[in-house]
């Protein structure tokens, strides 16, 4: 579902964080089974860099990149799926226009099947020029990303998509916490339903999410057991979750700013 732009002021920039680190040299940036790394990028990047990473996109990618109307929406579908393919060539050490995508029936992408390629799963979300991008090994994964305005909210999407559940805890928070608490709830509804795989063949009322903010995640589903919720903050005014399967695994957060420089100076 698309919901309104946010204000202006909260595009174009994305401010230092803690949370989120400088990665290290490509090199040595390694996935291992215990970890599922997420990024985050800024959409709007220079000419120099939309055209570098333009020139990795696949045939039909470019083409679908060719149908947008407004030269923005243009540019920040290139930088997706150009910074997706430069993340995952970094982890199967090949160059970005080499990797090979298709894409499940639900429309979740992943590596091609048949290959010598380790087992990435891999997902990606963008909100109004942010995007975020999960990877793991050998376990199934799904990453969402949204913008906190008040003008996305409503009850009336709310009783369409919630649970009764969950409708019941967003009608409890004071009025101040409802827009943060309607946008954690669809993000960790969305990422549960993309880490599964099968798009909107999983009614958003067939389980419950929390919602309240800061309180911990939690799942409430009939393999609950299968999968661990982890909520994250891209960037101020913005709430982000990660899904993936079993509970032993870490969360890395990486920021694709510094890599952005290299290309464009490469």
């Not at 290290?24 to 055209?51: F, K, M, Y």
């Not at 030269?71 to 290139?78: M, W």
């Not at 099968?198 to 958003?204: S, W």
Request: aromatic content about 10%; hydrophobic content about 40%.
């Amino acid at each position: 579902m698309q919901f309104p732009d946010p204000p202006a002021q909260w595009r174009g920039s994305i401010p230092a964080s803690p949370d989120w680190h400088t990665p290290p040299a490509q090199p040595r940036l390694v996935l291992t089974g215990n970890d599922i790394h997420v990024w985050r990028a800024l959409l709007s990047c220079e000419e120099a860099v939309i055209r570098r990473l333009e020139a990795s996109l696949s045939p039909d990618e470019k083409s679908r990149a060719g149908r947008f109307v407004f030269p923005r929406d243009r540019d920040h579908f290139i930088a997706g799926r150009g910074i997706l393919r430069v993340l995952l060539g970094t982890y199967l050490r090949r160059p970005a226009a080499e990797v090979g995508l298709a894409y499940e029936p639900g429309g979740k992408p992943v590596l091609r099947p048949g290959g010598p390629d380790p087992p990435i799963r891999f997902n990606l979300s963008h909100a109004y020029g942010v995007a975020v991008y999960a990877f793991a090994i050998g376990r199934e994964v799904g990453v969402d990303v949204e913008a906190v305005r008040p003008d996305g909210t409503d009850d009336e999407i709310a009783e369409r998509f919630f649970s009764p559940r969950e409708i019941a805890e967003l009608r409890s928070l004071p009025h101040e916490l409802r827009h943060e608490g309607f946008f954690l709830c669809w993000t960790r509804k969305e990422a549960y339903i993309k880490a599964r795989g099968r798009g909107l063949r999983i009614p958003l009322d067939s389980f419950d999410v929390s919602l309240t903010p800061g309180k911990p995640e939690e799942l409430r589903s009939t393999d609950h057991d299968r999968w661990s919720l982890r909520s994250l903050q891209p960037a101020p005014g913005y709430v982000g979750a990660v899904v993936a399967e079993g509970k032993d695994w870490g969360m890395r957060l990486w920021d694709w700013a510094g890599w952005k420089m290299a290309i464009s100076d490469s």
